[in-house]
């Protein structure tokens, strides 16, 4: 082969070599048709080259949807994160560049995920930024507004107990019923949910949401 024929085979066999990541968001008769060219012992004969071409010009559309997709999703819920934490009365409490500084991660991950080629690692990445980044920089925030005053000259004020931050979603609940039936039952896992919330307060801790 060579010319354009050459090209096409070079270009399909670049593609089933280096985005097997993607494969599950791409359409099977598509990618059979790139496999099928490949293994053939003759792919140059007949329409196979012809076919391949627009298999692969049909996966590309395929990928670069699916990929628009999930860096929207994963876009918007990152700035959901960031407008949770803008939210807090001690982010408000904080100066513009500690603001920056708390919100500057997240921006490096939107940046990453609008680069990020394989369509499984986005959500991926979107999942990490809202739960532990997300706590990480909650916590900050909260450390760098309410900072200990024992520097201060004459202040004999100790210093502030380190704020913990539970995830509402990591609070295991002490109830087995996998459904919920009936009003009672309702009830019932409502009381199981305020007594493991209650006993997070008890050990000084605090409930993200």
């Known amino acids: 082969m060579n010319g354009a024929q ?3 085979f070079e270009n399909l066999l670049l593609y089933l070599e280096s985005n097997n990541a993607n494969f599950d968001y791409i359409g099977n008769e598509s990618l059979e048709k790139l496999s099928t060219v490949a293994e053939s012992s003759a792919p140059y004969k007949g329409t196979l080259m012809q076919e391949a071409k627009a298999a692969l010009e049909l996966i590309h559309k395929e ?3 699916q990929q628009k997709l999930e860096r929207k999703t994963a876009t918007e819920a990152i700035q959901q ?10 982010f408000a409490k904080l100066d513009t560049k500690q603001q ?27 999942n ?23 520097d201060e000259p ?12 539970v995830r509402k979603e990591s609070v295991k609940i002490n109830f087995t019923k ?6 009672q039952e309702v009830e019932e896992y ?7 919330y209650l006993r997070i307060f008890d050990e000084d801790k605090r409930i993200s949401l």
């Open 100 to 126: 920056d500084e708390i919100i500057a991660p997240f921006e490096r991950v939107i940046n990453k995920i609008e680069q990020e080629r394989f369509i499984g690692n986005i959500p991926t990445k979107a």
């Open 178 to 183: 996998p459904v919920l039936e009936t009003k």
């Open 190 to 196: 409502l009381a199981a949910l305020k007594e493991q």
């Open 81 to 90: 994160s960031i407008d949770k934490l803008k939210s807090f009365v001690d």
């Open 128 to 150: 990490n930024a809202t739960t532990d980044l997300y706590q990480k920089q909650l916590e900050l925030t909260v450390r760098w507004a309410n900072p200990p005053k024992t």
């Open 154 to 165: 004459g202040s004999n004020e100790p210093a502030k107990p380190k704020i913990v931050f």
């Open 63 to 65: 990928e670069a949807a």
């Open 6 to 8: 050459r090209g096409i």
